[in-house]
C-alpha cells in the first residue's frame, strides 16, 4: 500500500507479475481432478517410478517436470493417472490440480491447445473478458499464474506434441502428467519428458480386477474362468470393466454360459478383422458384446448418443434427442452409465470414452435408418438452437434477436431466469455450441448453423472467447450464403470484423465490417446498416482517423433516430460525442454525451453510464475543470468495480492518472498506472499495458525523474512497434524523446523526435498538434 501524498521523488513500482495477480491467483485453489475407477488394481512397478519422480533423487529441480504415460487404447492410462494423482495431491501439489481431456484420438475433432488454455485460466480465476484471444498470449498468462506454485496439470488423451506443449507450465514445482496413445518423443527429446509405457494387465491383476468388481454378486466363480474371461478381454482394463459389469448384472447366470456368449461374438469378430489387431478386436468384442445384452430403450439411446458431436453432454439434451422426458431420458443414461458404456461426469452431465463414442457411432449407421438419424440430429441442434438464443437474450439484452425456425414436436430448450445462470450454461456448453454449428453444416443445416453462430457472436464477445468465435463466425458466413440468408450474413460478416478488431487486426477488420456494410445496403436493412456504420467507426477510432470514426457514427446515430431507437441512438452519440472531444469541439461533444448519459440512465444501462462519465471526465479535463473530472472518473470507476468490468475498470485508472497529473499529484498518478498495468497484465492486454507504461513516464516526467521516464517510454514503445505503430506509438516516441533531451541530450533525443513527428505527420488534433510542439520545445 502507497500513500502517495507522503512520498517524494515518485514511487518505482518493480517485478514482472503485478502484485494484484499474484494475490488474487493464489487464493484460488483449483481441484480439477475427475474421481479414479473404482476397485482400482495396483499396478505397482509403475506407481513406485511415478513416486520416484516425486523424490529429492529423482526430481530435476531446474526445469518444470513432464511425464507421459503411454500404451494402447483401452489398457487404463487414464485410470493409471487419476490414481496416482489422487494418491499425491496433498502432500505435493497443494497449489491445485488441473485437468482437461483433449480428446485427440475422439471421432470428432481434438480440442486445440487455445481452448485448453481458456478452461484452465478459467479455472484460475481469470474472467473470460479477460482472457486473450492470440494462445501464445493464453499460455504467457497462463505460465505466469502457475509460477511459484506447486500444481499438477493432468493432459488426458493428448494425441501430438503440439497439443500440449502450449500448456505445460513454465517454471519447476508443477507436474505435467500427460496420457497419449503416441510415444511423445518430442516432448522426451527437447522438454525432456520422462516415458512411462504401461503394458496389459498381467493375468493375475486382471483376474484381481474381475474379482474385484464381481465379488459382491458372483463369489463363486472359478479362477480358471475369470483367467479366460480376462484373456477374451485381451488383459484391458475398459475390456474388463464391461465384461466384469455385464457378468455382476446376472448373477444367477453361469460364468461358462458368458463365456460361450462372448467366444460366440469374438468369432464373428474373427471374420471381420485382421489379426494384427488384436487387442483392438478384444475390445470391440467386449463391446458388442454388452451393447447387446442391453434393454432396446437403452441400445438405441446408446447408439444415438453416438450422433452427439461434442466431447460431452447433458440430459436435458438427451430428452431433447429422444423426444422424451427428462426423468425418463435420466433413467436410461444411468443404466448406461451402470453398464460402463457412459461415464458420469457430475449430476446429469455424461461423457463417452473415445472408443466407446466410435463404436456408438458406428451402431448409429447401421442400427438407425437415415431418416431417423435426421430427425435425431435436428432436434439435438434446434435445441442448441432454442436454448443459446434463450442465453443471449439474457446476457445481451438490448441486442436484436435472430428469427428462429419453430422447435419440433418434443423438444423443451432451456430458459434462464438471470444473467449469471445463461453465461455459466454457456461456459459449460460452448465447445458443444461450436460443434453444433460446425455438425449443423455437416447434416446440411445451412439455416440452423448460420443462425446459431449469429446467436453466439454476443456470447462469444462477452466472453472473449476467441477460439471457437472465429470458427463458428466463418463457418456461419458460408452457411448463409448457401441459404441465401443475406441478412445472416451480414451479422456474421459484422460479427467476423468485430472479432478482428477486439484483436487488434485492423485491416481485416475494416475489411469485414465493410462487406457487412454493402450487404445490408444492398438489401435494405437500414437498422443493420447503422450496427456496421458503428462499427466501422469504432475501427477508425482504433486506428485513430477520429474524423471518419466521427462522420461513420454521426450517420449511424441518424438512422437509429429514424427508426425511434433511442437506445441505440444514444450508444452512438456518445461515441461521436467522444470524437468530438478528441477533435477539440469539446462543447458540442459535452452536449452529445449529456444526452446519451441521460438515456443510459433513464434504461439503467450502468455499463454505458461508467463509459459516459470516463467521456465526461475527459470534456473537465478539456475546460480546465480537474476538480469536476475527478469526481466524473471516480463515478466511472465505482460503477466498473460493481459490475466486476476489469476491461472498464483498467481503462479508466488511465484516466484518473490524467487527472491527477493535472492536479499535480504526480505520485498518486503513479499509483493508478501500477494499478492500470497490473490489471492489463491479467488481462493479456499488451497494447493498454503499454499505454500504462507511457503513462508511468508521463508522471515520471512531472516528478523530473527523466531518465527513469525515459526506461518506460522506451518499454512502452518497444511494445506499441510490435502491434502496428501508428499514432500510440508517436505518442510513446515523443514521450522519449522529451524524457532524453532532459536526462540525456539533445543528440539522444533526435532519432526518436523525428521518428515521432514523421508517424504524427498523418494526424491533425489537437493532442496530435500537442504532442508536436512538446517535443519542438523539448529539442529547443
Not at 470391440?284 to 446408446?302: I, K, M, N, Q
Request: with cysteine.
Amino acid at each position: 500500500m502507497v500513500q502517495a501524498g507522503n512520498v517524494h521523488g515518485g514511487v518505482h513500482f518493480y517485478g514482472e507479475g503485478g502484485g494484484a495477480t499474484a494475490s488474487r491467483a493464489s487464493r484460488v485453489i483449483p481441484r480439477e481432478l475427475p474421481r479414479g475407477h473404482r476397485g482400482f488394481v495396483d499396478r505397482e512397478d509403475v506407481v513406485a517410478r511415478l513416486d520416484h519422480l516425486l523424490s529429492a533423487e529423482g526430481q530435476d529441480t531446474s526445469d518444470p517436470a513432464v511425464v507421459v504415460i503411454t500404451g494402447t487404447a483401452g489398457v487404463g492410462k487414464t485410470s493409471l493417472a487419476l490414481h496416482w494423482a489422487h494418491r499425491v495431491r496433498d502432500a505435493f501439489f497443494p497449489d491445485g490440480q488441473l485437468y482437461v481431456n483433449l480428446r485427440g484420438y475422439d471421432p470428432g475433432a481434438p480440442m486445440d491447445p487455445g481452448g485448453a488454455l481458456h478452461r484452465f485460466l478459467r479455472a484460475l480465476d481469470v474472467p473470460s473478458s479477460a482472457i486473450p484471444a492470440e494462445v501464445e498470449a493464453k499460455a504467457a498468462l497462463y505460465r505466469s499464474l502457475l509460477a511459484g506454485r506447486r500444481m499438477l496439470v493432468v493432459l488426458d488423451n493428448a494425441s501430438t506434441v503440439g497439443q500440449v506443449r502450449p500448456l505445460l507450465p513454465g517454471t519447476p514445482g508443477s507436474l505435467a502428467l500427460v496420457t497419449s496413445r503416441s510415444r511423445m518423443s518430442g516432448l522426451v527429446a527437447r522438454d525432456g519428458a520422462r516415458r512411462i509405457t504401461l503394458d496389459l494387465l498381467p493375468e493375475p491383476d486382471a483376474v484381481e480386477l474381475l474379482r474385484i468388481a464381481t465379488r459382491d454378486y458372483r463369489a463363486a466363480d472359478h479362477p480358471d474362468l475369470l483367467a479366460e474371461l480376462a484373456r477374451l478381454c485381451a488383459r484391458l482394463p475398459l475390456a474388463l470393466r464391461i465384461a466384469a459389469e455385464r457378468a455382476a448384472s446376472r448373477p444367477w447366470m453361469a460364468l461358462g454360459d458368458l463365456l460361450t456368449d462372448l467366444r460366440d461374438e469374438s468369432s464373428l469378430w474373427d471374420a471381420l478383422s485382421s489379426e494384427d489387431d488384436e487387442e483392438a478386436d478384444a475390445v470391440r468384442t467386449v463391446f458388442a458384446w454388452s451393447y447387446r445384452a442391453l434393454s432396446p430403450e437403452a441400445a438405441r439411446l446408446f447408439r444415438l448418443l453416438g450422433l452427439h458431436p461434442g466431447p460431452d453432454f447433458g440430459s436435458a439434451v438427451v430428452a431433447a434427442m429422444l423426444g422424451t422426458t427428462l426423468g425418463r431420458a435420466r433413467n436410461t443414461l444411468d443404466g448406461l452409465v451402470g453398464a460402463h458404456l457412459l461415464e458420469q461426469l457430475g449430476p446429469g452431465r455424461y461423457q463417452f470414452h473415445d472408443l466407446l463414442r466410435a463404436y456408438a457411432g458406428d451402431q448409429a449407421t447401421l442400427d438407425e435408418p437415415e431418416a431417423e438419424r435426421a430427425a435425431v440430429t435436428g432436434r439435438m441442434l434446434s435445441w442448441y438452437l432454442h436454448s443459446a438464443a434463450a442465453a443471449q437474450a439474457k446476457i445481451q439484452m438490448h441486442l436484436g434477436a435472430v428469427g428462429l425456425p419453430p422447435l419440433p414436436e418434443g423438444v423443451t430448450p432451456l430458459d434462464f431466469a438471470e444473467y449469471g445462470d445463461a453465461f455459466d450454461w454457456y461456459e459449460g456448453e460452448r465447445d458443444n455450441l461450436a460443434a453444433a454449428v460446425h455438425a449443423a453444416v455437416k447434416a446440411g443445416l445451412d439455416g440452423v448453423a448460420w443462425r446459431l453462430a449469429a446467436v453466439l457472436h454476443s456470447v462469444h464477445a462477452e466472453a472473449k472467447q476467441f477460439d471457437s468465435w472465429l470458427s463458428t463466425a466463418l463457418a456461419g458466413v458460408a452457411a448463409a450464403r448457401r441459404a441465401g440468408a443475406r441478412e445472416g450474413e451480414a451479422r456474421l460478416l459484422e460479427s467476423v470484423g468485430h472479432f478482428y478488431t477486439e484483436s487488434h487486426r485492423l485491416d481485416q477488420a475494416f475489411e469485414f465490417h465493410r462487406a457487412a456494410l454493402a450487404v445490408r445496403r444492398d438489401i435494405g436493412d437500414r437498422f443493420g446498416e447503422a450496427l456496421s456504420l458503428n462499427g466501422i467507426g469504432l475501427t477508425c477510432f482504433r486506428a485513430r482517423s477520429l474524423r471518419e470514426a466521427r462522420d461513420h457514427m454521426t450517420q449511424g446515430a441518424a438512422v437509429f433516430a429514424e427508426l425511434g431507437d433511442t437506445y441505440r441512438e444514444a450508444i452512438l452519440l456518445g461515441n461521436v460525442g467522444e470524437m468530438c472531444v478528441e477533435l477539440g469541439e469539446t462543447e458540442r461533444g459535452a452536449a452529445l454525451v449529456g444526452r446519451a448519459l441521460a438515456v443510459f440512465r433513464e434504461v439503467g444501462d450502468k455499463d454505458c453510464q461508467s463509459n459516459a462519465m470516463r467521456i465526461v471526465s475527459t470534456i473537465h479535463r478539456a475546460l480546465g475543470r480537474p476538480d469536476l473530472a475527478l469526481a466524473a472518473i471516480g463515478e466511472a470507476l465505482e460503477t466498473a468495480r460493481d459490475l466486476g468490468d476489469k476491461v472498464g475498470e483498467g481503462y479508466y485508472l488511465l484516466e484518473l492518472a490524467r487527472v491527477q497529473r493535472e492536479l499535480s499529484l504526480a505520485g498518486e498518478a503513479l499509483v493508478s498506472c501500477q494499478r492500470a498495468s497490473a490489471l492489463h497484465r491479467r488481462l493479456a492486454d499488451p497494447v493498454r499495458e503499454a499505454l500504462s507504461w507511457d503513462a508511468t513516464g508521463e508522471a515520471y516526467q512531472d516528478l523530473d525523474r527523466h531518465a527513469l521516464a525515459a526506461d518506460f517510454h522506451r518499454r512502452a514503445a518497444a511494445v506499441l512497434r510490435d502491434f502496428g505503430g501508428g499514432w500510440y506509438l508517436a505518442r510513446a516516441l515523443g514521450n522519449l524523446a522529451c524524457a532524453l533531451s532532459v536526462s540525456e541530450s539533445r543528440a539522444e533525443a533526435s532519432p526518436y523526435a523525428e521518428e515521432a513527428l514523421g508517424l504524427l505527420g498523418g494526424f491533425d488534433d489537437p493532442e496530435s498538434s500537442a504532442i508536436r510542439q512538446r517535443i519542438a520545445d523539448h529539442l529547443r
